[in-house]
């Protein structure tokens, strides 16, 4: 498609051809700052020009222009017409016109007289920065493409180009006709053309022509710049835009995955053999030929161009991706002798047991095993590829000796044909460590070095954080490895029984004791992390497409190869006792094997301590994050977590009956929390990460030890899962009544009962768990659940929550709620009497259990018939409940 030409404006000048000369001025006073005066050295020769602004029709009616203009001490006058001005064209005066309307008749004949005609939002914002007028030579109505370089490609129609270079004047933009290096941005209406597959190269941005008219709606704000990547971003060109793309090869999950990315990226898929089609993408590794003649225009691609595209944001050169095919007559000819028949003669079998050996030898040793099935490999969890029972590396070279082990030394002796099951054992461990180092600068190399690298095409595939978080210690671990691994080779190559294997694992027990927490630790969060970026990143899920097809991944994915460092120590830990086994009893390294298996499963507990740790700090900052205005003090290192469960108040005590409660039970305290009525806004970190709004309104934090005894209420039709706490504040002289229903079905309401039990005993140093829960009937406790899902008691909640936000809303006089608990406690003091038992518990409204069973007594000594232990009778006496 031809690029745009010379097109020439009403007052006979080329809008593009001369556009370069026009604007060479406004660029060399750019670099410095366009909106800044330029002061000549002749400026006492020459005489000096007064300038003026004159404010045109609705200029002149507004007064913020006024102002600015009186801001940077800028004569004005205002007029309707420029026939009122007699002195316009007089060399005494430098007339600085200010238009509101670039559309109106009064621009045009402006324009026609060679005047000079500015904008609003140019004089607002050089009173804004404190600068005085631009300088230039074309109409300017705003600053949002000022500095800006733009060319046109594969537009055809002349009035809409010209259109379009006539907006990117009046928004301060320059036009060039030919594309160079000093372009900043191309306007494209195809993606075919020399400028686009140049731009491409360079990594400059590709844009559609609304990004002009959008930018020019903006033209009156102040602010605004055209070049942001967040409005730019809008209107880049799709990688796919005008293409037509078919996919062969692929399995069904992988054609739908491909068709859904296809649209994504502005493009369209058609089945296989349509003559609309442009882009054929081929899996290379399925399809030896094509099931049809292509047409010359049809462009046959690998998937690697499709994923290519995707990840530069823009359509890549299909000369680079076009699909061959791949014939060898080395391969032809082994084939041929491999697929011989049963052979009648020593003659046939001998050279086909000679090509087998050939092929063998040349043969390079993979570090990968055969591709797992996806259900095994994420059925596997970090307890278990922690456990010292796992099997080793597989290793794919058991035959021979490795190159690098075969080398020559000084002080190598010949080895006998006939090795030691200890040096069979030992060739092993330094395959697999060999494998494994070659892993590592697999993932290193390929994944995490691209991803950090500066200045990539469309932009960085991921934040830094997100790098971080994903390969976490990999570096630190190869290094590691690497050592081993030329300490190993170093023993293979000047091989005596008497080397000792232990002290090289011992030598870096604290570098792996160091290096290998912090992967493991957070191996979850990196997966998930992984999971979570190639759905929300079109480009990242290219990105690992692309390496995924590479040989030297071995088609295993990003998260299958990091499991690897998982996997690693269990691995040395069985070869070293297989090699233990083979190790005479008089060879001094039999002990050293001895020190350096305990060496590595002290490493592998420190592994699953640290991760146990890890995982309960960040439950607690889970719970912190979720409740607003969680005690500080919940955060402790000898605390941890125990149950969470999702409860409705029955009582009015701790909150309104039937809200949703949430109950954190920790190992000496219980955090309780209600469901927030208006969840705030979310909140938002410095690298971009946005946190979820916090769910729950803290409550109460009640110690264990105030729990004086769990009441599990029984099961009737009117009362489902409920259960209670009989508690006991250190400010009060009563005990309090808090009732529950469980809301799920995990844990069961037998269990929760038991382990709460438990830990309260544990917090009061006391062995009868059992003891604490006592049974009680609903009647006895006042304990309803039958109405908690009804449509009236539902409006009834509603109208509680609304009377008391109109009761807020209409005081007028607001007593503070410490104030008025020290007035109470000081008139209470006064006439000798105790704090009433209304007072609140910790900001909580709790009710005397005495009060709910219709007792004066402040004391539950006379309720010997409301409950009954579970494990004795009912005429056990209950006096000892308090």
Known sequence: MADSSTLVSETGRSLLADSSVLDSKIIETSKENVFRATVLDVEEEMPQIETRVVLVQEAGKREELLEALEEIKMPYIKTDSIEELGDSDSPEFETIFVVSDFQAPIFSNLCKADCRVIGPPVVLRCAQKGEPLPFSCRPLY????????????????????????????????????????????????????????????????????????????????????????????????????DCMLSFLGFSDDE???????????????????????????????????????????????????????????????????????????????????????????????????????????????SPFPPRKRPSAE????????????????????????????????????????????????????????????????????????????????????????????????????????????????DLMINWTESKSIGDIILKYSKDLLKTYPPFVNFFEMSKETITRCEKQKPRFHAFLKINQAKPECGRQSLAELLIRPVQRLPSVALLLNDIKKHTAEENPDKITLERAIESLKEVMTHINEDKRKTEAQRQFFDVVYEVDGCPANLLSSHRSLVQRLETVALGDDLCDRGEQVTLFLFNDCLEIARKRHKVIGAFRSPHGHTRPPASLKHVVLMPLSQIKKVLDIRETEDCQKAFALVVRPPTELNNKLLSFQMTTEDPCKEDWLKMLCRHVANTICKADAENLIYVADPDSVEVNTKDMDSTLSRASRAIKKTSKKVTRAFSFSKTPKRALRRALMSHSATEGRSPSSNESYIGSRLTSSSSLAGVPSPSLVSLPSIFERRSHTLSRSTTHLI
Request: aromatic share 8%; glycine share 4%.
């Open 378 to 489: 994420h059925s596997l969890s970090i307890g278990s590829l922690l456990d010292i029972s796992n099997t080793p590396e597989s290793s794919t070279a058991n035959g021979e000796t490795p190159k690098s082990c075969a080398r020559p030394s000084k002080n190598s002796t010949p080895l006998p044909l006939k090795q030691s099951a200890r040096w069979q054992v030992a060739k092993e461990l330094y395959q697999t460590e060999s494998n494994y180092v070659d892993i590592l600068t697999t993932i290193i190399q390929l994944f995490q070095v691209p991803l950090e690298k500066e200045g990539q095409l469309g932009g960085p595939i991921l934040a830094q954080e997100e790098i971080k978080t994903i390969f976490g210690s990999i570096p630190d671990i190869l290094d590691v490895h690497t050592k081993i691994k030329e300490d190993l080779e």
């Open 142 to 241: 705003c600053a949002s493409m000022l500095n800006l370089v733009l060319c046109f490609t594969g537009f055809r129609k002349k009035d809409e180009l010209v259109k379009l270079v006539t907006l990117v004047h009046h928004m301060g933009g320059i036009i060039r006709r030919d594309f160079s290096s000093k372009v900043t941005h191309l306007v494209a209406n195809s993606t075919h053309g020399d400028k686009f597959r140049i731009a491409v190269s360079l990594g400059i941005p590709i844009v559609k022509a609304e990004w002009i008219y959008k930018a020019w709606e903006k033209r009156n704000e102040i602010d605004f710049c055209a070049a942001d990547d967040d409005f730019r971003n809008q209107f880049k060109v799709p990688p796919f835009q």
């Open 255 to 365: 054609k739908a995955n491909m068709e859904e990315m296809t649209e994504m990226q502005g493009g369209h898929y058609l089945p296989v053999g349509d003559e609309r089609c442009t882009h054929l993408v081929v899996e290379e590794s399925t399809v030896k030929d094509l099931p049809f003649e292509p047409l010359k225009k049809l462009y046959v691609v690998k998937q690697e161009w499709f994923w290519g595209s995707i990840q530069m944001d823009a359509r890549a050169g299909e000369s680079m991706y076009l699909f061959e095919k791949s014939e060898s007559p080395d391969f032809k000819k082994s084939v041929s002798l491999l697929s011989l028949s049963t052979p009648n003669s020593n003659r046939k079998r001998r050279r086909l047991k000679e090509t087998l050996a050939q092929l063998t030898r040349e043969t390079d040793m």
